[in-house]
Nanobody, 126 residues
Framework: QVHLVESGGGLVQAGGSLRVSCEASGLTASYYAVGWFRQAPGKEREFVGAVSWGSGRTFLPDSVKGRFTISRDMAENTVYLEINSLKPEDTAVYYC???????????????????WGQGTQVTVSS
C-alpha cells in the first residue's frame, strides 16, 4: 500500500522560505501523480500543485505560481514543495497525496486522490 509522510513544516516569518517534504513508500510504478494540498482552519482543502512521479513534470495553479515550486527526487522517494515569499495566508496544514496516473490529465481535486499523508503544519507570522 502507498504510504506518504509529510515533514518540514514549522513557524516562519512572512517573506521567508520553507521546503516541505513528502516521502512516499509503495509506489510500484512510475505512473503516479503526487499532489500537494493545503487546508487552513475553516476553509476547504486547496490544490497547490502536482508532479508526475515518473517524468518530474509539474503543474502549479495561478494562485501559487511564482512562489511555489514542486520537485521530486526518485532516489530519495520524496516530493518537495518549496514555498518562497511566505505570506500569513499561507498558514495551513499541507498534505501530499498520490494516485495512479494514466494520462496527462492534471488532478486538482482532493477527491481524485486515493492516498494521503497526515499533513505538516506551516505557520507564517506577520
Amino acid at each position: 500500500q502507498v504510504h506518504l509522510v509529510e515533514s518540514g513544516g514549522g513557524l516562519v516569518q512572512a517573506g521567508g522560505s520553507l521546503r516541505v517534504s513528502c516521502e512516499a513508500s509503495g509506489l510500484t510504478a512510475s505512473y503516479y501523480a503526487v499532489g500537494w494540498f493545503r487546508q487552513a482552519p475553516g476553509k476547504e482543502r486547496e490544490f497547490v500543485g502536482a508532479v508526475s512521479w515518473g517524468s518530474g513534470r509539474t503543474f502549479l495553479p495561478d494562485s501559487v505560481k511564482g512562489r511555489f515550486t514542486i520537485s521530486r527526487d526518485m532516489a530519495e522517494n520524496t516530493v518537495y514543495l518549496e514555498i518562497n515569499s511566505l505570506k500569513p495566508e499561507d498558514t495551513a496544514v499541507y498534505y501530499c497525496a498520490a494516485r495512479r496516473q494514466s494520462s496527462s490529465y492534471v488532478y486538482t481535486r482532493a477527491a481524485e486522490y486515493d492516498h494521503w499523508g497526515q499533513g505538516t503544519q506551516v505557520t507564517v507570522s506577520s
